[in-house]
């Protein structure tokens, strides 16, 4: 069975600039969540959607994070424009259902410079 | 609403015990429990819900008590193999009793020969 997939591994791009991660998850997993995670901390969860629908997106920074998930499989994340405090691994994961395991993709680190 | 994770980290010989404590100020629907090797994905552990149940994973263990809105996870005679950060997740209901997930800042075990 084929994992999470993610791309691109590696970014590195300037402040200011904006950037777009990918994310394909499980076949037919409907829950796909994208963490936020900064070195030395526990992934923060940044939104949620459950098929093409967004659940949660409390803790995403709405100003200059945006996500989407076209026809409930891949999904979109961008961040326009990055910030210093953006450098970060993006891990992408998806769920059967909500709450369940989740498997994570390999995740894209980004550097802001 | 983010749990707290106790000890930050540890250190082991091989063929010793641990246990991993987290402990929520909210009240709880489930706790999950990931591990994270450097450089990789966090990978599923197991999912403990309400109930006081405890739960085995090889010589691997976790343990739910919803009054105290603690888990515990116990490493049993430890290989080098369990070298990595735990983490724990919590799914706490939140006003509109939607369950919001939060992480654990992370427990980092060396387990050393």
């Known amino acids: 069975e084929a994992g999470v997939a993610q791309s691109p591994r590696y970014k590195i791009i300037e402040k200011r600039q904006s950037v777009a991660f990918w994310c394909n998850p499980i076949?037919?997993?409907?829950?796909l969540y994208w963490y936020q995670q900064i070195l030395g901390q526990g992934p923060k969860l940044l939104i949620q959607?459950?098929?093409?629908?967004?659940?949660?997106d409390s803790q995403l920074p709405k100003d200059r994070f945006s996500a989407e998930r076209l026809k409930g499989v891949d999904s979109t994340l961008k961040i326009q424009p990055a910030k210093l405090e953006d450098s970060a691994v993006y891990l992408c994961?998806?769920?059967?259902?909500?709450?369940?395991?989740?498997?994570f993709g390999q995740g894209t680190r980004l550097t802001v410079v | 609403q983010q749990p707290v994770q106790s000890p930050q980290a540890v250190i082991l010989r091989e063929g010793e015990d641990a246990v991993i404590n987290c402990s929520s100020s909210?009240?709880?629907?489930?706790v999950h429990w990931y591990r994270q090797k450097h450089g990789e994905a966090p990978v599923f552990l197991m999912i403990?819900?309400?109930?006081?149940e405890q739960k085995g994973h090889e010589k691997i263990s976790a343990s739910f008590n919803e009054k105290k809105q603690q888990s515990s996870l116990y490493l049993t005679a430890s290989q080098l193999s369990y070298s990595g950060t735990y983490f724990c997740?919590?799914?706490?209901?939140?006003?509109?009793?939607?369950?919001?997930?939060?992480f654990g800042s992370g427990t980092k075990l060396n387990v050393k020969p």
């Open positions: 909210k009240a709880l629907y489930s």
């Open positions: 997740g919590t799914e706490t209901p939140d006003k509109y009793n939607f369950n919001k997930f939060y």
């Open positions: 076949s037919g997993h409907a829950t």
């Open positions: 994961a998806s769920s059967l259902v909500a709450g369940g395991e989740a498997f």
């Open positions: 403990l819900l309400k109930g006081g």
């Open positions: 959607f459950q098929n093409n629908g967004v659940v949660d």
